[in-house]
């Protein structure tokens, strides 16, 4: 009985684990499109996003109702129990980063009609191509626990920082020119701190992966730089056994 009930329980896991997988999928491909409906101007584009949004909300809302079953049911422990925490949190990232990308063509649909200058829509190119490879790596270090790659998602965003930075950049200097008012340099603003969340969104998954696969709970910044403060030394959390 006791093992019928592990073999339903891997199952499961493994179930919440490929449905992640594929709001990932969902996730970067609407990513992807946010940006060309924005460069485009294509209004039709930006409402078909927002709409399958829809799908992503309710997929993430079927994934963490089958997590919380399972965390009551099964009582997991160890390894299994990291392996579901994680994925709840992972469950979060990918439906924020959804919302995100709804977020930019929402933007999108506010400067319709406004001419893009051309440093800005390269930026905007590579930024919305990183942000998804982000997406990318991350659940590969997912799908494979592979903490070391998790671990490595907080070098690889900076990446997408220095894009932010040049895209602000690229952005005073068009506007100095004439060539981009100021409200629309705004939105524009705003929609570069999207795609500047998604890969920040992605370094969140990263965590949880080191978590997985390690057993140690990241030190969250505001309690690491307050500790720096009071000259006390981190706290290294102890590996669970399993």
């Known amino acids: 009985m006791a093992d019928e009930m592990r073999k339903t329980f891997h199952k499961d896991l493994d179930e919440i684990r490929h449905d992640l997988v594929r709001m990932s999928v969902m996730a970067t491909e609407m990513t992807t499109l946010a940006a060309e409906a924005l460069l485009a101007g294509d209004l039709e584009m930006c409402q078909a996003i927002i709409d399958d949004d829809d799908?992503?909300?309710?997929?993430?809302?079927?994934?963490?109702?089958?997590?919380?079953?399972?965390?009551?049911?099964?009582?997991?422990?160890?390894?299994?129990?990291?392996?579901?925490?994680?994925?709840?949190?992972?469950?979060?990232?990918?439906?924020?980063?959804?919302?995100?990308?709804?977020?930019?063509?929402?933007g999108a649909r506010r400067i319709y009609g406004q001419e893009i200058p051309p440093r800005v829509r390269g930026i905007i190119t590579m930024m919305s191509g990183e942000a998804v490879r982000m997406i990318r790596l991350a659940m590969d270090a997912y799908s494979e626990v592979n903490g070391p790659l998790g671990a490595a998602l907080h070098d690889i965003d900076n990446r997408l920082d220095q894009l932010?930075?040049?895209?602000?950049?690229?952005?005073?200097?068009?506007?100095?020119?004439?060539?981009?008012?100021?409200?629309?340099?705004?939105?524009?603003?705003?929609?570069?701190?999207?795609?500047?969340?998604?890969?920040?969104?992605?370094?969140?998954?990263?965590?949880?992966v080191s978590f997985m696969a390690s057993g140690e709970q990241p030190e969250h910044p505001g309690a690491a730089r307050l500790r720096a403060r009071r000259g006390e030394p981190a706290v290294v959390e102890p590996t669970p056994a399993g």
Do not use: W
């Open 164 to 208: 932010q930075v040049e895209f602000v950049e690229a952005m005073f200097e068009a506007h100095g020119a004439e060539a981009l008012p100021l409200q629309p340099a705004i939105q524009l603003a705003l929609i570069a701190r999207y795609f500047e969340r998604i890969g920040d969104h992605a370094v969140n998954i990263g965590e949880r």
């Open 55 to 106: 799908e992503v909300d309710v997929l993430s809302a079927s994934i963490e109702d089958r997590c919380f079953r399972l965390l009551a049911l099964q009582g997991p422990m160890a390894a299994d129990l990291r392996t579901l925490a994680a994925s709840m949190r992972v469950n979060s990232d990918l439906e924020r980063s959804a919302d995100l990308a709804v977020n930019i063509v929402k």
